[in-house]
């Protein structure tokens, strides 16, 4: 049976950023952290096995409490305060974020549908 439980939007926008994004430049430090922590090289795979705590939930997933992560730095679409004089909406910049990454084994499945 399907969980059809809700699952917030801001989740899934999450997993869709995880999944899609376009910049490879924080999977040094993804293998390195991940590494330190005693997870061998080829069970880290970013994109498929490693996510935010927002795209695990997302994913029906939830991360053990006390598990600590790897913070990446990533860029976030952020509205300016500033006007397209054409458009006549606000205008849209990248700027960086700081976020955790957790391994799959750090999770656990969540149990009875509630996300």
């Keep these: 049976m399907e969980n059809t ?13 995880a999944v ?5 430049s924080n999977f040094p430090a993804i293998f390195q952290g991940f590494a330190a922590k005693g997870i061998p090289e080829s069970e880290i795979k970013p ?3 490693v996510f935010t705590f ?17 913070k990446v730095v990533t860029f976030i679409e ?3 305060k500033e006007v397209d004089r ?8 990248r700027r960086p974020w700081t976020t955790t990454v957790f391994h ?12």
Excluded at 54 to 70: D, M, N
Aim: proline share 2%; glycine share 12%.
């Design 5 to 17: 439980s809700y699952v917030p939007q801001s989740h899934v926008e999450s997993l869709k950023r």
């Design 20 to 24: 899609h994004g376009q910049s490879f």
């Design 54 to 70: 927002e795209a695990w939930k997302a994913l029906g997933r939830y991360v053990r409490k006390g598990e600590h992560g790897v």
């Design 104 to 115: 799959v084994s750090q999770t656990e499945e969540i149990k009875g549908g509630a996300r």
């Design 78 to 80: 952020t509205k300016s």
């Design 47 to 49: 994109r498929e096995n």
């Design 86 to 93: 054409d458009t006549g909406e606000r205008k849209i910049f």
